[in-house]
């Protein structure tokens, strides 16, 4: 059974710095590339950060562009999302996950997520 368990969140001034960490389980996951998605109060979930597969491509959701960095350890079956420059804008929760629509014929569920407030 897939499983993700989000860490890290907290409480933190603006230009604080957080690590948000990603522990996966039920799935071969250093086959597939992973996600992280912020759902900010009362808006949809959204990708903000992807790592491929072996983790030497990242993309980014331009908002975050510079000052969060995706990384994963595939002896783990860990991802992390580090943080920086964090904003008010970046309040909300944080889920990790495989790319939406995930693959046919296995379930990807949300894991509960971890929450991050920045003050405003």
């Known amino acids: 059974q897939v499983r993700f368990v989000e860490s890290g969140g907290g409480l933190e001034q603006p230009g604080g710095s957080l690590t948000l960490s990603c522990t996966a389980s039920?799935?071969?996951?250093?086959?597939?590339?992973m996600d992280w998605y912020h759902q900010a109060p009362g808006q949809e979930r959204i990708e903000i950060a992807r790592?491929?597969?072996?983790?030497?491509?990242?993309w980014y959701r331009d908002p975050v562009k510079g000052r969060f960095t995706i990384s994963r350890d595939d002896r783990k079956n860990m991802v992390f999302l580090r943080m920086t420059n964090l904003k008010p804008e970046d309040t909300g929760t944080y889920y990790c996950?495989?790319?939406?629509?995930?693959?046919?014929?296995?379930?990807?569920?949300w894991g509960r997520g971890t929450r991050v407030t920045v003050l405003s």
């Open positions: 790592i491929v597969q072996g983790g030497d491509r990242q």
């Open positions: 039920g799935f071969d996951f250093e086959y597939h590339m």
């Open positions: 996950n495989v790319p939406q629509p995930p693959p046919a014929g296995q379930e990807f569920p």
